[in-house]
């Protein structure tokens, strides 16, 4: 599994990944957790608001910092 953080690195966007790690580990999955910062990435996904918490290429929520249990 991939999970991807898109966002330029602000807070909500670190916020976001840790959370994402977090609910990997709460799940007891193996998945792959990577930042996305490169904006012309983003766009080429047809994201337009970060961050934006894309799992296995499908975007699963853009604009807001979800928690660990949501994401599980």
Do not use: H, Y
Not at 26 to 45: N, P, S
Not at 58 to 72: D, H, L, Q, T, W
């Amino acid at each position: 599994m991939k999970v991807e953080i898109l966002g330029a690195g602000c807070t909500k966007c670190l916020k976001l990944f840790d959370a994402a790690v977090n609910a990997v580990e709460l799940a007891g999955i193996e998945a792959e957790v990577v930042k996305v910062d490169q904006i012309a990435e983003i766009v080429k996904r047809g994201v337009l608001i970060t961050p934006s918490l894309v799992i296995d290429g499908k975007v699963i929520c853009s604009g807001r910092v979800m928690k660990a249990g949501e994401i599980v």
